[in-house]
């Protein structure tokens, strides 16, 4: 067998980016695997009614595990034909039962229901890597619900809110990504067994008198293989269901991609607040020695990146095949389907890494509280002081000129000085008690419900994951 390594180009999917077990399932052994799986239940069924030999079925089914990728590349050389090729390595293999293969079938009964095959388990792997890591949101969001740190709109402080309900914001997206992945993964279907335009007539010829309609046999075939298919299809099943796939990792990859960009802001100086987890020798830049650079983070934007313009190759190849079936998708689709599959999957790996190493930094949160948080109570107070019979505008105006005066602080680094000024003056003071006044200027009031909320979507996600397990 040909044997490759790094003396060669290899995608940096075959060894950089994904999981093993994502490897496997999208190897050239597994899809012939699959390949083979399907002309023995297809021998099997055929089997019943006579067109193959108990004999030439035991035949077949010793051969069935003995993949020989070289032994079909030598044959695809020659006929350029690579399902030709693996039937031929088959049948050679099987002296017996060899001759019966693939009777009544095109190409795509077999590859196709063999990707689909595989779709849908890759699609079972990314649910759980998805489950596990909404899973980790949710412990996260319960521990940090009550950790008070400040919103920005506009990349600009706006309003306090909490590090725990920031999170539920990615996990509410993540969850809304696992109830996608599950109705796509009900939609999606193999084709079934129709023939070479998806009228099922070489198999209604080959069934005459045999006591078995096409569609009984296609029945049965499909479901020793577990896998659902449409009632309609031309040669292939619907590109469609590729589109639909796709944009369902581009969903995951645009959450992760948010929750990966937000960590990159926080994490720079400007902020300070959080981080991605570092490790005791790893280093961040070759030069500055200092450096703490946001790399797993930058990795799922770069990946999510990547990840989105997939759907729009999918599109092309639903919408373009046309009539029964043209080959001009077969390309591109085995670069579309197993690196979609395997960045998707190295985004959750690489997301549940961020997320299990979180660190907050509550002192700095704290910091930037004190140093913006303040302006909030500005709102309140003047509500408070035009309730107790002060003038409005005037008011308004004092305010404005205590918070220009604190901001020119704040920006020369210094401590926020608005409470204190806010506090020594006699014409708030007027109006406005010292306790009452002290309660208005306390950032931490200013977060309203969202300990509630929290509970309340991780009481939602847990009831959703345990119905769906």
């Known amino acids: 067998m040909t044997t490759y390594n790094f003396a060669t180009y290899l995608s940096p999917f075959t060894w950089r980016y994904g999981s093993e077990e994502m490897r496997h399932l999208w190897s050239e052994g597994y899809f012939r695997c699959l390949l083979r799986r399907i ?84 699609l079972g792997l990314i649910e759980r890597r998805l489950a596990a890591l909404l899973k980790t949101f949710l412990a996260r969001i319960e521990g940090y619900k009550a950790v008070v740190c400040m919103g920005y709109t506009h990349l600009q402080p706006a309003e306090p809110t909490t590090i725990g309900y920031r999170l539920a914001v990615y996990g509410q997206e993540l969850l809304a990504d696992l109830e996608e992945l599950w109705a796509t993964r009900a939609m999606v279907k193999g084709k079934g067994l129709k023939g070479a335009v998806g009228t099922s007539s070489a198999y209604t010829r080959l069934l005459e008198e045999r006591g078995m309609s096409a569609a009984e046999m296609e029945k049965k075939v499909m479901a020793k293989l577990g896998l659902p298919y449409v009632l309609v299809a031309t040669q292939v099943y619907p590109r469609k269901f590729d589109w639909l796939v796709l944009n369902v990792l581009a969903s995951i990859a645009e959450s992760l991609h948010k929750f990966a960009f ?50 729009q190759v999918a599109w092309d190849n639903a919408a373009n095949s046309l009539l029964e079936r043209t080959l001009d998708d077969s390309a591109n689709r ?62 308004h105006e004092l305010i404005r000129q205590y918070a220009m005066q604190a901001w020119q602080a704040v920006w020369k680094g210094e401590p926020n000085p608005l409470p204190a000024l806010l506090s020594q003056e006699p014409r708030i003071a007027a109006h406005v008690p010292q306790p009452l006044l002290a309660r208005l200027l306390d950032t931490a009031t200013y977060i309203g419900d969202v300990m509630d909320r929290c509970e309340r979507f991780i009481a939602q996600a847990r009831q959703t994951l345990a119905t769906a397990s």
């Not at 044959?75 to 090729?85: G, M, N, P, T, Y």
Request: hydrophobic fraction near 45%; glycine fraction near 8%.
């Open 39 to 122: 002309w023995v239940a297809l021998a099997e069924v055929q089997a019943e009614v006579g067109l193959v030999s108990p004999a030439e079925l035991a035949d077949l089914r010793a051969h069935a595990d003995q993949i020989d990728v070289q032994r079909a590349l030598e044959i695809e050389e020659r006929v350029q034909h690579d399902l030709v090729a693996e039937l031929r390595t088959f049948a050679e293999q099987s002296p017996l039962g060899g001759g019966r293969l693939h009777m009544g079938a095109t190409s795509a009964d077999i590859s196709d229901n063999a990707e689909m095959l595989r779709i849908r388990e890759a």
């Open 262 to 311: 937000d960590l990159r802001l926080l994490q720079s100086a400007g902020f300070g607040e959080m981080a991605e987890p570092f490790g005791r020798e790893q280093v961040g830049s070759s030069t500055m020695a200092f450096k703490r650079n946001p790399v797993i983070s930058e990795r799922i934007c770069s990946l999510a990146r990547f990840i989105r313009g997939l759907p």
């Open 334 to 395: 085995r670069l579309l389907l197993p690196e979609g599959f395997l960045a998707t999957d190295e985004l959750l790996l690489l997301a549940q890494k961020v997320i299990e190493g979180l660190v907050i930094y509550e002192e700095q949160l704290k910091r930037n509280l004190d140093a913006y948080g303040p302006f909030i109570s500005t709102e309140a107070l003047l509500m408070e002081l035009v309730k107790a019979g002060a003038d409005r505008q005037e008011m």
